[in-house]
């Protein structure tokens, strides 16, 4: 059974950093493509951010939604089975509940996690 579990959410002030982390479980954590999903307060669900499975050569590919491009950052660490998401230069309308999802780029329909709420406010 797949198992997602994200941490990292709180109340940051706008042009701040956080880090979400979602750890793995129940399948083969290098082998899938891992990535982010959010939702903002009244609005739908929305693609974020991808990491490819490591190539031994290549290293991983990493895609972003144009909305986050140059501000966010997602890395993996295969031996830990764990995904991240670096946050940076923040701004109100990133507040969302961010999930871990295993999924193709810009997929929606992965199995998620519960989420981790990110609060952009002064």
């Known amino acids: 059974e797949v198992q997602l579990v994200e941490s990292g959410g709180v109340l940051v002030q706008p042009g701040g950093s956080l880090r979400l982390s979602c750890a793995a479980s129940?399948?083969?954590?290098?082998?899938?493509?891992m990535g982010w999903l959010r939702q903002a307060p009244g609005k739908g669900l929305e693609w974020v951010s991808t990491?490819?499975?490591?190539?031994?050569?290549?290293?991983?590919?990493?895609y972003y939604a144009d909305s986050v491009k140059g501000r966010f950052n997602i890395s993996r660490d295969d031996a830990k089975n764990t995904v991240y998401l670096q946050l940076n230069s923040l701004e109100p309308e990133d507040t969302a509940m961010y999930y871990c999802?295993?999924?193709?780029?810009?997929?929606?329909?992965?199995?998620r996690g519960q989420g981790t709420q990110v609060t952009v406010s002064s």
């Open positions: 999802t295993k999924s193709p780029a810009r997929s929606l329909n992965g199995p």
């Open positions: 129940g399948f083969v954590f290098a082998d899938y493509a």
């Open positions: 990491i490819s499975p490591l190539h031994r050569i290549l290293g991983a590919y990493t």
